[in-house]
């Protein structure tokens, strides 16, 4: 079974909205799918449906996975709280003893290049290391699907290239299923494995896109 499918999915608002129309996805372990769209074609809501956020109007969505994680565009970290602290954040609501959590979170941060900057408060770090340790704290948590909403969107682009070759290296060696939005269709193909293309209002999927090469390791 596939870890996250959705089968002839609708999502009305109770403002009279409809965002979503007939939407039948699925995402498979080891696949990394990315959504392209215009602002306002359901991107995000397809994201919020598939973490459990929302629930679907018509349709279902089943999602076949132990842990899911969400990484939002803004980095949402705690700022009276350590880098190391924020990634430990889900171990603690967990229960997990302290030694434990406080191990995983390095392995995160190290993993995610930010070795030695543990200690440092949010305001501290640039917007691309806060986002590397929202990225941290998400995988910490070894997610079957990672949802990803925009995260490099407020990056610039130096930094957002070596965000893109980061989460790559990322998904490689931890092989979660990922679903990833965003507005550029270079990053949607560098990344993923398929690309899903997204139209109109309400939204609907008008193109999936699968990406058959191989881009060079990092
Ligand atoms: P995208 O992420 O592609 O920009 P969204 O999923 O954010 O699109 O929004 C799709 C449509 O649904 C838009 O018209 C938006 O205004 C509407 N919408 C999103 N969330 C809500 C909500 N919580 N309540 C009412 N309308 C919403
Ligand atoms: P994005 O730019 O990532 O697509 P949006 O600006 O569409 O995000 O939405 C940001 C937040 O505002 C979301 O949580 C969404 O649910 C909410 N939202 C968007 N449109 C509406 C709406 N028409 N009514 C109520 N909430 C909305």
Known sequence: TATLALTGVTKRFPTGTTALTG???????????????PSGCGKSTLLRLASGLEEATVGRVDVDAGTSSYVFQDPTLLEWRSARKNVELIGELSGLPKSQRQKAAQEALDLVGLTGFEKQH???????????????????????????????????????????????????????????????????????????????R???IVAEIPVPWEFPRP
Request: net charge negative; proline share 4%.
């Open 202 to 204: 309400p939204g609907r």
């Open 122 to 200: 949010p305001r501290q770090l640039s917007g691309g290391m806060r986002m590397r340790v929202s990225i941290a704290r998400a995988l910490v948590a070894e997610p079957d699907l990672a949802l990803f909403d925009e995260p490099f969107g407020a990056l610039d682009e130096i930094t957002r290239l070596a965000m893109q070759t980061e989460l790559q290296r990322l998904f490689r060696l931890k092989g979660f299923a990922g679903l990833f939005i965003t507005h550029s269709v270079a990053e949607a193909v560098y990344l993923s494995t398929r690309v899903v293309v997204m139209s109109g």
């Open 23 to 37: 939407v039948d996805l699925s995402v498979d372990a080891g696949e990394f799918v990315s959504v392209v769209g």
